[in-house]
């Protein structure tokens, strides 16, 4: 059973528009990341968010945590091609529980 | 933070035959965690390996089938038995403590003939 869902799957917009991933839990976790994978790589965390209502910003990425920490969002403004890869939100309770994944494509 | 060194990077196997990856971690860590990742797709965990204990398997995956390895606080090892096709994908080790950053590998990225 798949605890984190994402939405939507696949992304694929012009560089300059902005562009924003869901993550929706059925359970609450003590804390929520995100992820960033690019091809050949292991994952790397852009963030880590903790309390209900949290906003978070790193650069063009603001990251939100729902107010029953369920659920979360990560939105870019202003895509760059560099912004392209695979987003990864990731429920953490001892052990990290994964989303699906959305592959963001930014062309130029 | 730390570094995970895993390799290989790639193999092609034959099936029938087995694979070992290893994860080498650049500082002592308590758990280490092993996932598989089909391409463009998300990770599912296979196992948490404890040093001194059995690894504790997800459901669907076995011990049989997948042999680990904790000889100490700073390796680990994985092994794909008895291969198939099914079994081509990306594995990964990743070292993390609760509510804090995990670090990963670059992956193993299997493909079995």
């Known amino acids: 059973t798949q605890l984190l869902e994402q939405s939507p799957q696949f992304l694929s917009i012009q560089e300059g528009e902005n562009l924003t991933v869901y993550c929706n839990s059925s359970s609450v976790f003590s804390s929520l990341q995100w992820y960033r994978q690019e091809p050949g790589e292991g994952p790397v965390l852009l963030v880590t968010?903790?309390?209900?209502?949290e906003v978070k910003k790193l650069k063009r990425l603001t990251f939100q945590f729902g107010d029953a920490r369920k659920d979360s969002s990560l939105h870019i403004t202003a895509a760059q091609p560099g912004d392209t890869g695979l987003y990864l939100c990731?429920?953490?309770?001892?052990?990290?529980?994964f989303g699906a994944g959305t592959t963001v494509t930014v062309r130029a | 933070s730390a570094v995970i060194s895993q390799k290989p990077s790639r193999d092609i196997c034959q099936r029938g035959t087995s694979l070992t990856i290893q994860c080498q971690v650049d500082s002592q860590v308590t758990m280490m965690f092993w996932y598989r990742q089909q391409p463009g797709q998300s990770l599912t965990l296979i196992a948490t390996?404890?040093?001194?204990?059995?690894?504790?398997?997800e459901s669907g995956f076995v011990i049989d089938k997948f042999p680990i390895s904790r000889p100490n606080l700073t390796f680990s090892t994985l092994t794909v038995s008895n291969m198939s096709p099914e079994d081509s994908s990306i594995y990964l080790c990743s070292v993390a403590g609760v509510g804090t950053e995990a670090f990963f590998g670059q992956g193993t990225r299997l493909t079995v003939v």
């Open positions: 390996a404890n040093q001194g204990s059995e690894a504790t398997y």
């Open positions: 968010v903790v309390t209900g209502g």
């Open positions: 990731a429920g953490n309770d001892y052990k990290l529980s």
